[in-house]
């Protein structure tokens, strides 16, 4: 007997872990997978570096995207079948997870139920979740509907309870169009990561290499490694704050009381009015903005 992955999608509070614990969680043979909990685990994992980037959010959705994809596979190699919790809003994400589970699994049955509630009854589970209703409504017009070439046995659409199979006329345009976006998506996540690990190894770098240190208060500039600095007095990153963060960069000899770290600090809102500043403390702004690419080279 084949084996059955059922994906169950649709946006925020549409009904799908209700609608799989009344339809799929009585059977001991099946498996049920919430990609929720794979993403929130991937967000863990990335914080403990710090906090995350928009691009750094993205590679945990990817991140995620995969890990579920493994123990997919891995259930139905066990003769397992999966209900799969998901979003899955566009044409491409369903075909990355299609494409890889029939070239691991061979005798395979995939179906999709699509979470369609009706604005009043969706508006009711929104509100019993206490979110807010236009913004969920809005992810309404980004779910791109199954359609047959994209590799499913069967696609039911599902609303307000009632279980409807909808087979739409093929349209492989949008498969093709999907390929080339997933294409296109995989080569600028690329670029992204390798110029984000260059990043970090040239701030790991700074640790250990000279570079110009600029004392903002009394215009004192020396081209030394951190700990030199550090040995002498100054405050400065990466021992004392983070490059790109405003903060005290002054000399041993002055005062942090002087620095533009201190005057911020001092306004009833801790926020950087540019038009505020005076010429030397907006060069000073300017350097931090741009670290630590600003202080590998004399500034003139």
Not at 230 to 236: E, L, P, Q, S, V
Request: hydrophobic share 35%; net charge neutral.
């Amino acid at each position: 007997m084949s084996r059955t992955v059922k994906f169950v999608i649709g946006a925020a509070a549409s009904g799908k872990t209700t609608f799989i614990k009344n339809h799929f969680s009585e059977d001991k043979n099946t498996i049920i997978l919430n990609v929720y909990d794979y993403q929130q685990a991937a967000y863990k994992k990335m914080e403990e570096f710090g906090c995350i980037s928009f691009m750094e959010e993205i590679e945990c959705l990817k991140n995620a995207n995969e890990a579920i994809l493994v123990d997919i596979i891995e259930a139905l190699k066990e003769k397992k079948n999966v209900v799969v919790e998901h979003t899955l809003y566009k044409t491409k994400r369903r075909i990355a997870y299609i494409d890889a589970i029939r070239k691991a699994i061979k005798n395979i049955n995939i179906e999709v139920y699509v979470m369609c509630p009706t604005d009043s009854v969706w508006e009711k589970y929104i509100n019993k979740r206490k979110l807010n209703v236009s913004e969920i409504k809005a992810q309404k017009n980004e779910i791109e509907f199954p359609n047959p070439v994209e590799g499913f046995n069967k696609i039911y659409q599902v609303i307000d309870g009632d279980i409807r199979l909808r087979m739409d006329t093929p349209n492989y345009e949008i498969v093709k169009n999907a390929y080339k976006d997933l294409e296109e998506e995989a080569q600028k996540l690329k670029k992204d990561k390798e110029k984000r690990e260059q990043r970090l190894a040239l701030i790991e770098s700074m640790n250990t290499r000279p570079f110009w240190h600029y004392c903002e208060v009394c215009g004192t500039k020396v081209f030394c490694t951190a700990q030199e600095a550090f040995d002498a007095g100054w405050n400065y990153p990466p021992q004392i704050g983070h490059f790109k963060l405003l903060g005290p960069h002054n000399c041993g000899k002055c005062s942090i009381m002087d620095t533009l770290f201190l005057k911020v600090q001092k306004q009833k809102f801790p926020i950087v009015i540019e038009k505020t500043l005076t010429e030397e403390e907006l060069k000073t702004l300017n350097r931090i903005k741009n670290e630590p690419e600003s202080l590998l080279e004399e500034e003139k």
